[in-house]
């Protein structure tokens, strides 16, 4: 019988804590694995091998507070079931030089323009367009693994694609 009643605390104990993990993490903040180049080398530097893993904050979420050069966690406006990371180098009303300073793109409300950091080996805006806010899953504030990267991820706005039109 203490066997049982030693088996029922534990059985409470781990679903409590189960249930506080996930309400954190769906609603305040989530650590996020980042695989791949596209953000190197703010993510992952092409000379590692280890895959860097990111605070992620979702207080971010509730009026969709992003900045210009915050790095975000988005599902692919492609492929619902994948998650990218990028960072917003445009949001709604912002004029956007794509290509060149003749071609610019007005960003829609509701939208904003992501691209990864190693343009070379990233799929991002200038491929399917302006992202709706609504796919965003949080902000990526810190690298908290490997030990040796751990730092804050700093906002870079590359302010040299805005135009100036109105």
């Given at each position: 019988?203490?066997?049982?009643?030693?088996?029922?605390?534990?059985?409470?104990?781990?679903?409590?804590?189960?249930?506080?993990?996930?309400?954190?993490?769906?609603?305040?903040?989530?650590?996020?694995?980042?695989?791949?180049?596209?953000?190197?080398p703010t993510f992952n530097?092409?000379?590692?091998?280890i895959n860097d893993f990111a605070l992620v904050e979702k207080f971010c979420l509730k009026k969709y507070n992003f900045s210009h050069g915050d790095v975000i966690v988005f599902f692919s406006p492609t492929n619902h079931k994948e998650k990218l990371v990028k960072r917003i180098v445009a949001m709604p009303g912002d004029w956007l030089s794509v290509s060149?300073?003749?071609?610019?793109?007005?960003?829609?409300?509701?939208?904003?323009w992501v691209e990864g950091d190693n343009s070379a080996a990233s799929a991002d805006?200038?491929?399917?367009g302006p992202v709706p806010l609504?796919?965003?899953?949080?902000?990526v504030t810190h690298v908290l693994w490997p030990p040796q990267r751990m730092?804050?991820?700093?906002?870079?706005?590359?302010?040299?694609?805005?135009?100036?039109?109105?």
């Open positions: 019988m203490a066997f049982m009643k030693l088996l029922w605390d534990i059985t409470k104990k781990c679903f409590t804590v189960g249930l506080i993990s996930v309400t954190i993490s769906d609603r305040y903040a989530c650590l996020t694995p980042i695989s791949g180049h596209s953000m190197s530097p092409v000379d590692s091998n060149n300073p003749f071609d610019t793109v007005k960003i829609p409300p509701g939208h904003c805006s200038r491929s399917f609504g796919l965003a899953q949080g902000r730092r804050k991820v700093e906002r870079v706005v590359p302010q040299h694609r805005l135009s100036m039109f109105s």
